[in-house]
DNA sequence: GCCAACGTTGGC
DNA sequence: GCCAACGTTGGC
């Protein structure tokens, strides 16, 4: 068994939210519509299941850090990919060869909001890939110390 | 709605 | 392989 990973995953609150986390069946959804490449390989190539996830919504009034969340999948191929009525229809993808992969996340808690404003006035988590400057990675590497640190401020 | 920052595309 | 143009992200 590899040492823990964690990872800090953005869903944009109108598309599926903590709540819609919450109520899905199981509380698991697959991650579905990543559709940048690095964002994919941390999927693809580095998640295990039972890596840690902190759940962040984004584009919205209050981005911020909503809920804890575990990979509880290894990866697989984005069905959306191949829906020509979605959002995310690759044409260029093939069954053979898919271009986009996923891993399920299962909810493990809801937690207060903790603010995009409150993230960065916290002295441990000034490193923070996604509070870094013009950074739009839609999923991040969380050090361990960091994962502690956001822990420690939800109480 | 604005705009900075970044990723992707495509012509050469 | 370069790079300009374009599209997207995401906070404000």
Known sequence: MAKQ?????????????IDDLAAAKKQTVPWFGVRNYQARNYMRDQMQVGDGVLFYHSSCPEPGIVGLAT?????????TQF??????????????????????VTLD??????????LREAPELADMIILKKGNRLSITPVTAAEWKAVLKRLG
């Open 71 to 79: 990979v509880s999948s290894t990866a697989y191929p984005d069905e």
């Open 5 to 17: 990973q964690y990872w800090l995953m953005k869903s944009e609150p109108s598309e599926c939210s």
């Open 109 to 118: 808690r809801k937690t207060r909001l903790l603010s995009l404003p409150e």
């Open 83 to 104: 829906d020509k009525k979605s959002h995310y229809y690759d044409e260029k993808s093939t069954r053979e060869e898919p271009r986009w992969m996923l891993v399920d």
